[in-house]
Every structure is written in structure tokens, then in C-alpha cells.
């Protein structure tokens, strides 16, 4: 026989768990439905690192899942401050964001993901209102009930499917890369971004503040992407220092690179009685601006503030209730996702006025501290 509970929560990565542990603190009876019963052990070849902005820090650190920001046992730190930003255009315009210029220390930060997803396990292991189940993606009869589901089960939900809700998807003419790099020199927290006509490119910092460590996003078209999968490890990186020189000299590849589609997608219901979408179950965008997770990260904290300021005569499932997590939500998703996505349109327009344009606006922007410092925080918030 099911068991009944408050929430369940369909998806246990890092959006799910997290929002167990929120709803945890109100005191709600939560099942984290999932394929994992334990913490991953550390994964040497993960490639991944996520860059999260000071509000998914608060959001974290509320639930106690904030990696180890020094060094333990010789093992770099997990979190890597980012307190200067730089990007070039395809016709060499600069343009920087310095965390001192809005008093900060940090712009964001880079987090490995094995480190913040054992944290997030471990949280959830500990807390009593919390209970695991495994799940194969199919619905059984011995699965919880709750008076609401929320369904974070990622961009190929099984839950969202089955329920029929739409997911409008559309492919990006790119794919990503991923890889891991060493540097000659320590980084010192500095990121830097090159939009050029081989697709866009980042380096992101990581291993600590003094580290040498980067990680390597690259969004470029498919033939592109198969030359460099199928490069020897000498002339990948030469196609890489043809961009980065002379910022990325010296530098060695340390991980096999990883690829991945991309796609800009949202569900175009994300609410309905008793259920609710979010993270990447209800949207999905661009990695230019590193804001996926902390889109979902805001997806589930707002979440949560609804349904903790709810009217006390308001069921957990309310559609009305559940609307106004919806309604704030999909306002948020409209103005990062467009950014992404326009960005990532305007950097593809090959024509020479263009170009020219799009330099011109990026070098005068660099001009204008205000602007810069209004982008900044917006970013951070």
C-alpha cells in the first residue's frame, strides 16, 4: 500500500533535493523519488562545474549543502570565486565585469558538481522529514501520494510525458563541449569568455582562488565539434589556442572532453492541480550566461516561499495557489532565457555591419560603469 506524504518530489539531482530540504524546514512530510539510495562517490572523470550566482549561495547554504570552500587532504577546493569576468567579441571589443566595481568579492562562483551533489545527498540523508524512494522512471502502486507532486525530473521527464503536458523544444545549431584544462599559471579567479567564428568559447576557473585548474565550455556547430572529438589531444588544444592566445599558453588537457545537444524549451503549462514543473522539467537554455541551474535553484525557492505563505485554508495542491509560483516564475525564465538565446543569435549573424555593431555596443558598454554595474547585479540576484 502507498504511503501519503505532503510533497513528492519526482527527481532527486540537484533541484529536487534541494527543494526537499526547503520544504523540509516547514515541517512537511517530503518523499524524494529518484534512482539514487546514496551519496555518489567523488568522480574523477566528471567534467562538469556549474557556475552559481550569490542568490543560489544564500539558497545552498540555507539547507546546508554549500560545498567545502578550502582545501581538504591535499584535494582542491570545490568552490572557486570568480571576482572578474572578461569577454571579447569576434572583432576584438572587450568587455569586463569586476566583482570590486559592485563591492563584492565574488561574481559568482564555480562549483565542481560531484562535491555539490554528495553535500545535497548527505543533507538530505540527515533529515528526518526527508524519506528516499527508488524509482525506475516508471509509476508503481507502492510509490508515495502526496497532496502535491512536483516533477523535477530533468529536460526528458518520464513524469511530464506521461501526464501529456507540452514541452516546446527547438535545437540549438550547436552543440557543447566540455573538457578540463591545466594552466600554466594560476587563474586568480579570473573567467573569460571569446565570442568568435568558431562558436563561443569559456574558460572558467576552478581549484581555489590560486588554482591552475579551468573548465572548458565550448558551444560550436556539429562539424566543428566532431573535428575536435576526434583531434589528438596536441591539435585540440591548438584549435583552442588559436582563440585564447595569449591567454590560454602552456595549458593541458587533463579530462577527455564530453558533448552535448542544446536546445532553448519550455513547458507551456507548468502548473495544474496538485502538480507543478521545475528546473530543467520545465525549461531549458543556452549555457552562455552559466544560468541554468541557478534558474532552477530560483524555480524552487520561490516554490517553497509559496507554499509557506499560503492561506491557511489553502490546500499544498491549490491550482490558484500554485499559479502564482507559476506566473513569477515564467516572468523570470522569459528575461534570462530571451537573453540567452537573442546573445546567442546575435553572435551567429555572420554579416559584416553586424559585426561591426555588436563590437561597437560591447566596447561602449564597457564605457558606461552604471550599465555595467546594473548587469552585474542582476546577474548575482
Request: proline share 7%; aromatic share 6%.
Amino acid at each position: 500500500m502507498s504511503r501519503s506524504f505532503d510533497v513528492c518530489i519526482r527527481g532527486a539531482g540537484m533541484v529536487g533535493s534541494t527543494l526537499a530540504l526547503l520544504l523540509s524546514q516547514q515541517r512537511l512530510r517530503v518523499a524524494l523519488v529518484g534512482p539514487n539510495t546514496a551519496p555518489p562517490p567523488p568522480a574523477a572523470t566528471d567534467v562538469r562545474a556549474y557556475s552559481l550566482n550569490a542568490a543560489s549561495k544564500r539558497i545552498l547554504e540555507s539547507v546546508r549543502a554549500w560545498p567545502q570552500a578550502a582545501e581538504m587532504d591535499g584535494v582542491p577546493p570545490a568552490i572557486t570565486p570568480v571576482s572578474r569576468m572578461v569577454v571579447q567579441g569576434d572583432l576584438g571589443a572587450t568587455l569586463t565585469f569586476d566583482a570590486a566595481d559592485v563591492n563584492e568579492t565574488a561574481l559568482n562562483w564555480m562549483v565542481d558538481v560531484p562535491a555539490l551533489e554528495a553535500r545535497l545527498a548527505q543533507a538530505v540523508q540527515f533529515q528526518g522529514q526527508i524519506e528516499r524512494f527508488q524509482s525506475d522512471g516508471v509509476a508503481h502502486p507502492a510509490e508515495p501520494t502526496a497532496k502535491l507532486t512536483v516533477v523535477c525530473e530533468g529536460r526528458r521527464s518520464s513524469t511530464r510525458a506521461a501526464l501529456g503536458m507540452n514541452f516546446d523544444s527547438r535545437s540549438y545549431p550547436h552543440r557543447a563541449l566540455a573538457a578540463r584544462l591545466q594552466l600554466s599559471q594560476p587563474h586568480q579567479g579570473v573567467a573569460r569568455q571569446w565570442f568568435c567564428e568558431q562558436g563561443i568559447v569559456a574558460l572558467l576557473p576552478l581549484g581555489g582562488e590560486q588554482g591552475t585548474e579551468a573548465a572548458l565550455v565550448w558551444s560550436t556547430p556539429p562539424e566543428q565539434l566532431n573535428t575536435l572529438v576526434a583531434a589528438a589531444p596536441h591539435d585540440f588544444l591548438a584549435h583552442l589556442n588559436a582563440i585564447c592566445m595569449p591567454d590560454a599558453t602552456a595549458i593541458t588537457l587533463t579530462q577527455t572532453p564530453q558533448v552535448w545537444p542544446l536546445e532553448f524549451a519550455q513547458a507551456s503549462q507548468w502548473t495544474t492541480h496538485g502538480l507543478a514543473l521545475a528546473g530543467d522539467a520545465a525549461h531549458a537554455m543556452h549555457p552562455l550566461a552559466g544560468q541554468g541551474l541557478n534558474v532552477g535553484l530560483a524555480d524552487v525557492a520561490t516554490l517553497a516561499q509559496v507554499l509557506q505563505e499560503r492561506e491557511y485554508w489553502r490546500e499544498l495542491g491549490d491550482p490558484r495557489l500554485l499559479r502564482r509560483y507559476e506566473r513569477s516564475r515564467k516572468a523570470a525564465f522569459a528575461r534570462m532565457g530571451g537573453l540567452t538565446d537573442g546573445l546567442f543569435h546575435l553572435f551567429q549573424q555572420d554579416q559584416p555591419a553586424l559585426r561591426t555593431l555588436r563590437n561597437w555596443g560591447m566596447h561602449r558598454l564597457n564605457q558606461l560603469p552604471a550599465a555595467k554595474r546594473w548587469l552585474t547585479w542582476q546577474a548575482m540576484a
